[in-house]
């Protein structure tokens, strides 16, 4: 067994989601200048991690996002008997090889991260090992069958029979069998917990889209000597990894997060006389369709200095206060940007005349029913807003008047999207708990004031 992991003596955060709830809201906005950096990006460090877990030899990540849902992938594949610390500035796994991993001594705990859970879930199939898994509250109300229908039929066991939500106990088995899968849903985190089954399986595991979703696993499985090949089949995209494959440790530098800087960008926009920069931000094409929408709303967002960085596109982002116009947002769009409609339709209410976003269903099975919470927080400051079906709609009418308090329902993203809305409301908008902004970018409020913007801690009622 590994020596004990030493990364909680080096990074302390606070894994406690029961935490008391801390209200936040920010204040108006004198214009954000500045150059800053966004931490690293979430869906990239999860697979560093698991991908450094399951390979030989060691991984070294530089950028690593070290929030709270990271941090207990980390917890996980140390449980797991690999080995994932900090030194220095540089995060180093040391693997254990394609299903070499052992049985944790106890339940693994993912806190609020559907991403961590749902790639382990991957992990743990191809291991003959039983283990618990759990969440806190948000993530114990998510859908797991998803990903828990293609891994039984590739092998693995759910010890609850029929049930499909945290706390689950699975077994794995070093026998799986590889499938065929068609996605159901335009799911990254679906299709990537396949294809890493698929890495202990005998023989190809596919997975076809008929969206494109995320490319982070197949990207960087390749980075660590993977087979996987994408082929383009009429409007679908197959992607095949060989498995019993032999993944060795590799360094993996992790691009800022676009899904991050998208609120300094929309900070940036709204609040007049702004000029902000991002260095190094992820550009990924299945990844920045808010970027795009928001060009095509007037926004004056310029990509600067392009290039590649461990076979990830990156770019410095400048962005400069804009008037923006409504648009209608393509379905066959959401999945590039499926995490940035909250604020989206938060800035929409600034925009001149409508905004129609399509083709949302995911966002109802995100860290809370976004599309509720979204129309919900919106409303509560005086938006024009309807929500049909998947489609919300938000009709600009001069802003938000604000004075309301935004239910957040332990969603970092709806708290950030409405902090984000109240730098240019009339009045400000209170989220009524900003704790869990620490699962995915703790360093928020300190960035945010880095550019001049200025918060109030409300006392909670
Ligand atoms: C992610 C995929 C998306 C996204 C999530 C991260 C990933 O979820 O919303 O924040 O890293 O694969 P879905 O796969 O459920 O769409």
Do not use: C
């Amino acid at each position: 067994m590994p020596d004990a992991p030493n990364f909680l003596t080096v990074w302390k955060v606070d894994l406690n989601t029961t935490a008391t709830p801390k209200p936040l809201s920010s204040l108006r906005a004198a214009p954000l200048k500045g150059r800053v950096r966004v931490p690293g990006d979430k869906s990239i460090s999860h697979r560093a991690l698991i991908f450094g877990a399951l390979a030989t030899g060691t991984t070294r990540i530089t950028g690593l996002l070290e929030a709270e849902d990271v941090i207990n992938t980390a917890k996980a594949v140390n449980a797991l008997g690999a080995l994932a610390e900090k030194r220095g500035d540089v995060w180093e796994v040391k693997g254990r090889g394609v299903g070499g991993l052992r049985s944790p001594d106890g339940p693994l705990d993912f806190g609020n991260s559907g991403t961590g859970a749902r790639l382990m879930m991957g992990v743990v199939a191809g291991h003959s090992m039983t283990v618990v898994m759990t969440g806190d509250a948000s993530l114990s109300r998510r859908p797991m069958r998803r990903v828990l229908a293609p891994l039984m039929e590739m092998g693995l066991e759910v010890l609850e029979p029929g049930q499909e939500k945290l706390p689950l106990t699975l077994r794995g088995t070093s026998e799986l069998t590889p499938i065929v899968y068609v996605l159901p849903v335009p799911s990254a985190q679906v299709k990537s917990a396949v294809l890493i089954a698929g890495l202990h399986a005998a023989g190809e595991t596919t997975v076809v889209e008929r969206e494109p979703t995320r490319d982070h696993t197949e990207r960087m499985l390749r980075h660590f000597g993977a087979s996987v090949r994408t082929e383009a089949k009429g409007l679908d995209t197959h992607i095949t990894v060989t498995g019993h494959a032999e993944l060795v440790g590799r360094d993996v530098h992790v691009p800022g997060d676009p899904s991050s800087a998208a609120f300094l960008a929309a900070a940036a926009l709204l609040v007049p006389g702004s000029d902000v920069t991002i260095e190094g931000v992820l550009t990924n094409p299945t990844r920045i369709g808010l970027y795009t929408t928001l060009q095509e709303m007037g926004g004056d967002i310029t990509f600067l200095n392009e290039r590649e960085e461990g076979g990830e596109p990156v770019a410095d982002i400048r962005i400069r206060a804009s008037r923006l116009k409504g648009v209608r947002v393509p379905a066959e769009r959401a999945p590039s940007m499926i995490d940035e409609y909250p604020v989206l339709a938060a800035m929409s209410a600034f925009a001149e005349g409508q905004t129609q976003m399509d083709g949302l269903a995911e966002l109802k099975v995100k860290e809370s029913d976004r599309l509720q919470a979204t129309a919900a927080g919106l409303e509560a400051n005086g938006a024009v807003v309807r929500v049909d079906g998947d489609s919300l709609t938000v009709t600009g009418n001069g802003g938000l008047k604000g004075g309301g308090v935004v239910a957040t329902h332990l969603d970092h993203r709806i708290a950030m999207a409405f902090l984000t809305a109240g730098l240019v409301s009339d009045k400000p908008i209170v989220v009524d708990d900003s704790t869990m902004i620490a699962t995915s970018f703790p360093e928020f409020r300190q960035l945010m004031e880095t550019l001049g913007a200025r918060y109030d801690e409300p006392v909670a009622r």
